[in-house]
C-alpha cells in the first residue's frame, strides 16, 4: 500500500518557523514531481509549492513567496516545506502529494496530482 505521511505541523506564533517532512512507503517517488498544498477552514485546497523530480525547478503560490522552501531529498523523505515568517493566514492543514503519471514536470493542479497524504495540521497565532 502506497502512503505519504506528513510530519512536523504544530502550533507555532506568528513570525515563527517550521519544518513539514514527508515520507513515503510503498513505492518511491524519486522520478517524480511533489507538491504541498494546504486547506483552510471553510476553503478550498489551495497549492502552496511544487518541485520537480530533480530539484531542477520550483513553484510558490504567490502567498508564501520568499517565505516557504520546498525541497527533497530523494535518498530519504520525497519532500520538505521550510516555512518561515510565518502568518495567521498560514493556517491550515497542510497535505504533501506526488504525481507519479508523469506529463508534467511541475504540476501546480490538484488533479494532477495522484498521491496525498492525510496532512498535518499547522496552526500560527497572532
Known amino acids: 500500500q502506497v502512503q505519504l505521511v506528513e510530519s512536523g505541523g504544530g502550533l507555532v506564533q506568528a513570525g515563527g518557523s517550521l519544518r513539514l517532512s514527508c515520507a513515503a512507503s510503498?513505492?518511491?517517488?524519486?522520478?517524480?514531481?511533489m507538491g504541498w498544498f494546504r486547506q483552510a477552514p471553510g476553503e478550498e485546497r489551495e497549492i502552496v509549492a511544487a518541485?520537480?523530480?530533480?530539484?531542477?525547478?520550483?513553484y510558490y503560490a504567490d502567498s508564501v513567496k520568499g517565505r516557504f522552501t520546498i525541497s527533497r531529498d530523494n535518498a530519504k523523505n520525497p519532500v520538505y516545506l521550510q516555512m518561515n515568517t510565518l502568518k495567521p493566514e498560514d493556517t491550515a492543514v497542510y497535505y504533501c502529494?506526488?504525481?507519479?503519471?508523469?506529463?508534467?514536470?511541475?504540476?501546480?493542479?490538484?488533479?494532477?496530482?495522484?498521491?496525498w497524504g492525510q496532512g498535518t495540521q499547522v496552526n500560527v497565532s497572532s
Open positions: 502529494a506526488g504525481d507519479t503519471a508523469g506529463w508534467t514536470a511541475l504540476p501546480t493542479a490538484q488533479a494532477r496530482y495522484n498521491y
Open positions: 510503498g513505492r518511491t517517488f524519486s522520478s517524480y514531481p
Open positions: 518541485i520537480s523530480w530533480n530539484s531542477g525547478s520550483a
